[in-house]
């Protein structure tokens, strides 16, 4: 059988592979890219971990279809059932190991090892949590009292008393984004205050209140957060926006060679491809603004480019076998089974 290599941008010599993309995250990115990948009849697998943050939205009311809001379970649950209908392979774990071979790649799960010639990475990031325990912690996203995305359901915290957990640029910025939903902004010190002069004069000037004690703890009471200070006293606020920061998922993808950006997020060029030929990202793992419909934009753009990008393939391994166009991986399977 004709085999072939992805080498810079062209396919030469062998190619025999588990599926022809594995796509590692089953987040918005990640099931979007596997619904159109599974209906250019390309046989993908998603390895997926669970506990990304579409799964921590209680629930989500900016994105477009959904006049009533939708929770992130929910709408997983939706996309892992139309990835599935149209063919794509799910697999709960985690990928463990990624390198780089001639044909493209290899994805170790466990003990489990998957080649593939396409690589998509979703795996998005993580939030820098507050100090409090995990399961108050999940229990304040649950109930809306803790919230991570103010482009997100700032609209929702409309005339709440709202804390901004974190005293530097970034929490500024948040606060001051927040003005304009909140009946009382107050910005929080996790431990240490960072404030430039200028940040400090502009949130005076909108109003926004400084807590000049660090918090020592947080809690739930009721309807509320509590902020602790350390310097004695409590604040009681109707939610809380942590503006601590996140750490993209970029592991897998820097071991390959994946260029990544001062923050951490992994580079790609408009076709969502990494300077690494083959391998692609989407999603929050991605530069760019961290939104389910972004992880969605990027990853049908991804998929598509993956599509080309296997189409090629496909044309230079007919040229292998002796002029005939190959078909794919996902058709001769479905030949097999008898549902072409
Ligand atoms: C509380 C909260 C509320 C939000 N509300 C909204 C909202 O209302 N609207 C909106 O547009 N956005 C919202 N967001 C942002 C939104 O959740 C993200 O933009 C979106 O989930 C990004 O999708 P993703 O697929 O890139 O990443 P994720 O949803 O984080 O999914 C990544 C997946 O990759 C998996 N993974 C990671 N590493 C591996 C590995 N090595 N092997 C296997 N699997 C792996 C994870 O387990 C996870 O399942 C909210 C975020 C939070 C935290």
Redesign the pocket.
Known sequence: MARLRLMGAEWVGEASNDAECVI????????TAAIYLARFLRACIV?????????????????AGFPDGVS?ADLLTRMNAQALRHGARIRS????ELTREAGGFTVR?GQQLLRTPTVLI????V?HRPAMPPAVHDTA?SQGL????P???GFEARGMRIAVLGCDAHGAGEAEFLCRYGKRITLLAQNTIDLLDDDRSRLKRLGVEIAESPVRALRIDGPHIIAELERGGELRFDTLYPALGTSP?N??AAAVGAQVAEDGCILTDEHQQTNVPGLFA????VEGL??????MGQ?AKAATAIHNMLRERDEALGAAVGGLSAPSTRSEVDAAEGKG
């Open positions: 590692i995250g089953g987040g918005p990115a990640g099931l390895i997926d971990g669970g506990q990304g943050r579409a799964a921590s939205i209680p629930k989500s009311h900016n994105l992130g774990g985690m990928a463990e799960i979703a795996t998005g990031v939030n996203i803790i919230r991570y995305c482009v997100c359901d998922r592991r897998l989407a999603g929050d793992v961290d939104q389910i419909s972004v992880a990853a």
